[in-house]
T-cell receptor
Framework: AQSVAQPEDQVNVAEGNPLTVKCTYSVSGNPYLFWYVQYPNRGLQFLLKYITGDNLVKGSYGFEAEFNKSQTSFHLKKPSALVSDSALYFCAVRDGAGGYNKLIFGAGTRLAVHP | DAGVTQSPTHLIKTRGQQVTLRCSPKSGHDTVSWYQQALGQGPQFIFQYYEEEERQRGNFPDRFSGHQFPNYSSELNVNALLLGDSALYLC????????????FGQGTRLTVV
């Protein structure tokens, strides 16, 4: 079965510093990987996806993610964090069993950016 | 271009009652998926509708049912509510069942008391 793991419940970073939010995956076949962000009392906003191609994927709001097949990881990164980046981040993998697609989410990582 | 809209945004129900949540997909999208997000957890897939049929279902009991209308909007129904059904219910729309770029609504916060 497809799954993702987010090993950190919370990540703290100072504004202006680089940030990394970790995600590892377990899939059969080629992975389709996603990052979503959730602000308080809001739904999920799509940040970026990896399907194929370059291992470094660029997304919205200056975020990027690095796909590493040997380490089965898909870490989310940003060179310079903003206080407004503080939110809940979810990594997800596509489960295409039966020919239909659904998303399998990790438990989420809360990012806190301090001024 | 309207995104995914869900109604209501919040509601409170009593154990044993029934509830209906509604979702209008993003313009041009024909596939609707429902997810349950319990407090402190990631969203969990409930089911997906395409061409007015339930195409796949997650590990949820039959108390959870749905419907998709010809205009692609969808309803999620939950019968015999339990306290454990309290959660944020998210609707996601996509095109052609690919699910590769799912757009989510803001969710409906259901509290069962």
């Amino acid at each position: 079965a497809q799954s993702v793991a987010q090993p950190e419940d919370q990540v703290n970073v100072a504004e202006g510093n680089p940030l990394t939010v970790k995600c590892t995956y377990s899939v059969s076949g080629n992975p389709y990987l996603f990052w979503y962000v959730q602000y308080p009392n809001r739904g999920l906003q799509f940040l970026l996806k990896y399907i194929t191609g370059d291992n470094l994927v660029k997304g919205s709001y200056g975020f990027e993610a690095e796909f590493n097949k040997s380490q089965t990881s898909f870490h989310l990164k940003k060179p310079s964090a903003l206080v407004s980046d503080s939110a809940l981040y979810f990594c997800a993998v596509r489960d295409g069993a039966g020919g239909y697609n659904k998303l399998i989410f990790g438990a989420g990582t809360r990012l806190a950016v301090h001024p | 271009d309207a995104g995914v809209t869900q109604s209501p945004t919040h509601l409170i129900k009593t154990r044993g009652q029934q509830v209906t949540l509604r979702c209008s997909p993003k313009s041009g999208h024909d596939t609707v998926s429902w997810y349950q997000q319990a407090l402190g957890q990631g969203p969990q897939f409930i089911f997906q509708y395409y061409e007015e049929e339930e195409r796949q279902r997650g590990n949820f009991p039959d108390r959870f049912s749905g419907h998709q209308f010809p205009n692609y909007s969808s309803e999620l129904n939950v019968n015999a509510l339990l306290l454990g059904d309290s959660a944020l219910y998210l609707c996601a729309s996509s095109l052609g069942g690919t699910g590769l770029e799912a757009f989510f609504g803001q969710g409906t916060r259901l509290t069962v008391v």
